[in-house]
Nanobody, 118 residues
């Protein structure tokens, strides 16, 4: 599986954006998917994850109620809908994948930059 993220951009506080991550390969439906982000000068942090069948989602506390992760296995795509964006959401956002039976996210996309101005 290879991942290609897109959808980042420059927005104002309170705006919305939807990130997309398209996966190559025919086994997307067997992979748990996640979004991480890395702000300038900070460590990469977890944002959201969704299991391979879509039954379980989890979010970082900082984005709960504002961000929604979803996936379309027919399109090999995972999404991150981001609402009510805040300047502290500014970061490079990465999608990541792991085979459902594995523990660690080992497949990473190239990242897409989200900049939120105040």
């Amino acid at each position: 599986v290879q991942l290609q993220a897109s959808g980042g951009g420059l927005v104002q506080a309170g705006d919305s954006l939807r990130l997309s991550c398209v996966a190559s390969g025919r086994t997307f439906s067997t992979y748990d998917m996640a979004w991480f982000r890395q702000a300038p000068g900070k460590e990469r942090e977890f944002v959201a994850t969704m299991t391979y069948r879509g039954r379980t989602k989890s979010y970082a506390d900082s984005v709960k109620g504002r961000f929604t992760i979803s996936r379309d296995n027919a399109r090999n795509t995972v999404y991150l809908q981001m609402n009510n964006l805040k300047p502290e959401d500014t970061a490079v956002y990465y999608c990541a994948a792991k085979f459902f039976a594995n523990n660690d996210y080992s497949i990473w996309g190239q990242g897409t930059l989200v900049t939120v101005s105040s």
